[in-house]
């Protein structure tokens, strides 16, 4: 059983930056791959990035390489999603979710967070 809380949301004007955290805890976090994923209103929810349960494999959408960067600290049971660059369309409900695959398909993780809200204005 993993459970997850996210933090760090919030609204910053375009071009600007946001670090979200995740908080897991539970042993076994180190064994789980990370995801974040995000969820407009009136959209479906949306893959941003993952990051295997050792860190050495990630993987991000299209529309935010080079602006967003997942991480994990597994002695602090913690993932990060820094955010630079943040346009408008970055605007949704982020959630960071745990699962035994690094997938992109929301539908494979087994535990979610509650969701943090992020909103880029111009």
């Known amino acids: 059983q993993v459970q997850l809380v996210e933090s760090g949301g919030g609204s910053v004007q375009v071009g600007g930056s946001l670090r979200l955290s995740c908080a897991a805890s539970?042993?076994?976090?180190?064994?789980?791959?990370m995801g974040w994923f995000r969820q407009a209103p009136g959209k479906e929810r949306e893959f941003v990035a993952a990051i295997s349960w050792n860190g050495n494999n990630i993987y991000n959408v299209d529309s935010v390489k080079g602006r967003f960067t997942i991480s994990r600290d597994n002695a602090k049971n913690t993932v990060i999603l820094q955010m630079n660059t943040l346009k408008p369309e970055d605007t949704a409900v982020y959630y960071c979710?745990?699962?035994?695959?690094?997938?992109?398909?929301?539908?494979?993780?087994?535990?979610w967070g509650q969701g943090t809200q992020v909103t880029v204005s111009s």
């Open positions: 979710a745990a699962n035994r695959l690094t997938t992109r398909n929301p539908n494979l993780y087994d535990y």
């Open positions: 539970g042993r076994t976090f180190s064994s789980y791959n």
